[in-house]
């Protein structure tokens, strides 16, 4: 497949881009020209991994992709990222808000520190660095835009993971109310919400034949989807050619959005 070079000179700082979807954003990216810094909290190694697939594709470039460890519960390892991508690079263009982790207990018994632990990571995380990318984007002419991964359950209800749901559904609003204060300051703020892909978030069904296909029957379009192909919406949206698009999430969920159960009629 041919790519475009719609992010010829941008810098982006990806979070969580070790693994899975963030790994795949950073990789797109660099293929469309941008340099990119890859964030992770514990797997170093992968991070690694990560930097050498952006470096491989982008060949002998001089590109200057880097990867940056903090873990983005703590803002005081927030502020430090910042700090250390902003020397490497003197600049940001494109902040993406992908770390993130969920755990599973009932609603009734779910314990407050995990609620908190969930929320740090998964809500507080993505604001604090969307403050400090747009101290920077409003310091400079040009602006900037910023990427939160959603997930479907920012509006489809998630019973077992209120912690998640409740992030979620946060960030919906997080995106959408970054996007009204800054619409007419060169900044825009954009989500997408992925349906379910193949990562180890999801290692209880993603290497299970029945498991998955278990899940997989949910799926409108009869599967999972691939981080890949989440990276190539988050590439849209963080190009140009997205340059009227603010405020919005965009669901690539394979049909998980349209009550599949309606599908036949059973209610009238
Ligand atoms: P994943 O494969 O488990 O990867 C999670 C990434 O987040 C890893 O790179 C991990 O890095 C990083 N991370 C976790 N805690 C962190 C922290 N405290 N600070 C910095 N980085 C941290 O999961 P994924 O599926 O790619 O998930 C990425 C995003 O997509 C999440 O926001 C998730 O909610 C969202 N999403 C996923 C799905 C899905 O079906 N997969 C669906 C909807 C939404 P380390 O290993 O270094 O900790």
Known sequence: MTITGRLE?????????????GRAIAVRFAREGATVAINFSGSHDAAKETLRQAQETTGGSGKLHMIVQADVGDEHAIARMFDEVLSAWGHLDILVNNAGIQSEAESHVYPVDEYRRILDIDLTGPLICSQVAIRHYLSRPGGGTILNCSSVHEIVPKPGFIAYSISKGGLRNLTRTLALEYADRGIRVNAVAPGAIATDINAAWKDDQEARANVESHIPMGRAGTPEEMAAVFAF???DDASYVTGQTLYACGG?????????????
């Open 237 to 239: 949206l963080a190009s």
């Open 256 to 268: 998980l959005t349209l009550f599949g159960e309606f599908k036949e009629n059973w209610s009238s």
């Open 9 to 21: 000179g941008r810098y982006a700082l990806i979070t969580g881009a070790s693994r899975g979807i």
